[in-house]
């Protein structure tokens, strides 16, 4: 698996022209074979964070060279960016933990309270 760490601030000129954009080629990139998953974070001085996992390091080079993607990175660069800054991670070891949901107490049961 690979990830993507792409941080980010957007000019006063990022504007309904950015966000359309961006909802456009998040529904896109999720029908490109290898993409696993994204989410995206602001901080309180308005740097962006948005992380990508992808499959395996072959999606996404065809993910850097896919034309609509050049497309908008190149609109990026030229109308919405102030910087940007990003860094590819493979990723080595994984851990997952999740809780069970708690289930109700049957009628009748002691719960302790």
Do not use: C
């Not at 000019?11 to 995206?40: C, H, M, Q, W």
């Not at 390091?57 to 050049?70: G, V």
């Amino acid at each position: 698996m690979v990830i993507v760490l792409f941080r980010s601030k957007l000019t006063a000129n990022a504007g309904s022209a950015y966000a359309d954009t961006l909802a456009e080629i998040e529904e896109y990139v999720k029908t490109r074979p290898g993409f696993i998953a994204a989410k995206g974070f602001t901080a309180e001085d308005g740097e962006r964070l948005t992380v990508v996992w992808w499959q395996d390091k072959e999606t996404l080079a065809a993910w850097q060279h896919d034309m609509r993607h050049m497309e908008v990175k190149q609109a990026g660069r030229k109308n919405w960016y102030e910087y940007y800054k990003m860094e590819v991670a493979e990723v080595y070891r994984q851990s997952d933990f999740a809780r069970e949901p708690a289930s109700k107490p049957q009628k009748g049961a002691v719960t302790g309270d």
